[in-house]
């Protein structure tokens, strides 16, 4: 049964992704800030005790990020074969190039790019366990650096640099026999995407499984959306 981490699944593309890989029968631990609070989440873990657990984690804060081993350990894991870093941010209100709230552009790279490398760094050791090991990244074709558009530039600064991140960690990954990609998931109805959003949680979360299933070891980082279209870097 693959091992799976998702990052930031009490809401949006996270938790549809783990309704779908539960769907399936998958060993899932699902990533809250606050699992008390994280109703959806629980409600499924309570269906499927055996196959779900919902672990605590900020990935912006190195601590918490420090402690996850740990708790996956106690969940009872301790090999993982696949890595879903799908947490994310926006960014702050005001984030143009010639008016922008530095502080949050700072949050913005501390969770949408500092944070999946983290987080790859402190399971690597399941990873490595792990079979045919993989990492998918959930970035966003806002990221490209193809378009010259200029809105929401922190938010797509941060995804262009954590597309090099992935780029680099999958060169570097690669011989270690773990595969790592980037994906866009769509323009989906969350409360990120808003609700006129072309696309549901849970087509785009069946198409990023699809994507997770074709990477093959040896390859290099790829970027795809969820339709399996490739995306320009
Ligand atoms: P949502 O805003 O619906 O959900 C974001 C999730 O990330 C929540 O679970 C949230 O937790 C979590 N999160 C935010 N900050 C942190 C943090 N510091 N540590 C841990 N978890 C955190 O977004 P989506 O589901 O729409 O987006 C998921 C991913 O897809 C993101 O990476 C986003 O950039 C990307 N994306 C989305 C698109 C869309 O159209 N929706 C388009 C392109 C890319 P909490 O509830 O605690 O805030």
Same mark, same amino acid.
């Given at each position: 049964? !693959?091992?799976?981490?998702?990052?930031?699944?009490?809401?949006?593309?996270?938790? =549809?992704?783990?309704?779908?890989?539960?769907?399936?029968?998958?060993?899932? =631990? /699902?990533?809250?800030?606050?699992? $008390?609070? $994280?109703? /959806?989440? %629980? /409600? %499924?873990?309570?269906?499927?005790?055996?196959?779900?657990?919902?672990?605590?984690?900020?990935?912006?804060?190195?601590?918490?990020?420090?402690?996850?081993?740990?708790?996956?350990?106690?969940?009872?894991?301790?090999?993982?074969?696949? %890595?879903?870093?799908?947490?994310?941010?926006?960014?702050? *209100?005001? @984030?143009?190039?010639?008016?922008?709230?530095?502080?949050?552009?700072?949050?913005?790279?501390?969770?949408?790019?500092?944070?999946?490398?983290?987080?790859?760094?402190?399971?690597? !050791?399941?990873?490595?366990?792990?079979?045919?090991?993989?990492?998918?990244?959930?970035?966003?074709?806002?990221?490209?650096? *193809?378009?010259?558009?200029?809105?929401?530039?922190?938010?797509? /600064?941060?995804?262009?640099?954590?597309?090099?991140?992935?780029?680099?960690?999958?060169?570097?990954?690669?011989?270690?026999?773990?595969?790592?990609?980037?994906?866009?998931?769509?323009?989906?109805?969350?409360?990120?995407?808003?609700?006129?959003?072309?696309?549901?949680? =849970?087509? *785009? =979360?069946?198409? %990023?499984?699809?994507?997770?299933?074709?990477?093959? @070891?040896?390859? !290099?980082? *790829?970027?795809?959306?969820?339709?399996?279209?490739?995306?320009?870097?």
């Amino acid at each position: 049964m !693959p091992a799976i981490l998702v990052t930031g699944a009490n809401r949006g593309i996270g938790l =549809a992704l783990v309704e779908a890989l539960l769907e399936r029968g998958d060993r899932i =631990a /699902a990533t809250a800030r606050d699992p $008390a609070r $994280a109703d /959806a989440l %629980l /409600a %499924l873990a309570g269906r499927a005790p055996d196959r779900l657990s919902v672990i605590g984690l900020d990935v912006a804060d190195p601590a918490s990020v420090a402690g996850l081993a740990g708790r996956l350990a106690e969940a009872g894991l301790t090999r993982l074969d696949v %890595l879903v870093n799908n947490a994310g941010i926006i960014g702050p *209100s005001r @984030q143009s190039t010639l008016d922008m709230d530095f502080d949050g552009f700072a949050e913005t790279l501390a969770v949408n790019t500092l944070g999946p490398l983290r987080v790859v760094q402190a399971v690597l !050791p399941l990873l490595k366990a792990g079979r045919e090991a993989r990492i998918l990244t959930i970035t966003s074709a806002m990221g490209s650096m *193809s378009h010259t558009t200029s809105d929401r530039i922190a938010y797509r /600064a941060s995804k262009a640099a954590v597309n090099k991140v992935m780029q680099g960690l999958g060169t570097d990954l690669g011989p270690q026999g773990i595969a790592v990609a980037v994906a866009h998931p769509g323009w989906v109805r969350t409360d990120m995407g808003g609700q006129s959003a072309a696309v549901a949680p =849970a087509d *785009s =979360a069946r198409g %990023l499984i699809g994507l997770i299933d074709r990477m093959r @070891q040896g390859e !290099p980082c *790829s970027f795809h959306d969820w339709s399996g279209r490739a995306v320009p870097w």
